[in-house]
């Protein structure tokens, strides 16, 4: 369990650094005078016009009067919150429930993040911060299934699955 804790605690903070990076890329070409120009993506651009390549930000269009910006902010800060509530001891029956409210939010999650990616790369190509995310979610959901099991295979046994059981404890582990 302690594995699947840092693994969690590892893809929440790349889901949260993952704000940080361009989820999406543009490349645009700008004549020398700086109006736009030379390619309308039928053909060649103008042999003066310049590449220049515009990157796309999840916060970017941030605005705290919408609800949609605070439930994507949410999307990519769950994990966090939850971790730190995690991290209090609380009774085996609420940690039985926070596991299962985990599933709806990771799901809602993932297709919001989605839904926001596919928005912003509509024009350009995927960056660095759409792959980093969608990989911090498939870690994140590997460790909550996995946990999941653990958990369901050692109940009843009285311990948590990182704990050896008595009769073993005098023995060597097995490398």
């Not at 993932?110 to 870690?139: K, R």
Request: glycine share 8%; charged share 10%.
């Amino acid at each position: 369990m302690k594995l699947l804790n840092r693994i969690k605690v590892l893809s929440a903070v790349l889901l949260a650094a993952s704000l940080a990076l361009p989820v999406s890329s543009c490349t645009r070409h700008v004549m020398p005078g700086g109006q736009s120009g030379g390619n309308s993506g039928l053909g060649d651009p103008h042999a003066d016009s310049q590449a220049v390549t515009d990157y796309s930000y999840v916060l970017y269009p941030f605005n705290p009067r919408y609800p949609s910006s605070w439930a994507i902010l949410f999307a990519y800060l769950w994990p966090l919150l939850m971790l730190g509530y995690r991290s209090r001891a609380s009774r085996p029956v609420l940690n039985i429930v926070m596991w299962w409210v985990q599933l709806p939010l990771l799901v809602g999650s993932t297709a919001l993040i989605t839904f926001a990616i596919t928005l912003d790369s509509m024009w350009g190509s995927l960056a660095a911060g759409a792959y980093v995310a969608w990989a911090a979610l498939s870690l994140y959901a590997i460790a909550w299934l996995c946990g999941g099991v653990l958990n369901l295979r050692f109940r009843g046994r009285g311990r948590e699955p990182n704990q050896r059981s008595e009769a073993s404890a005098g023995a060597p582990e097995a490398q």
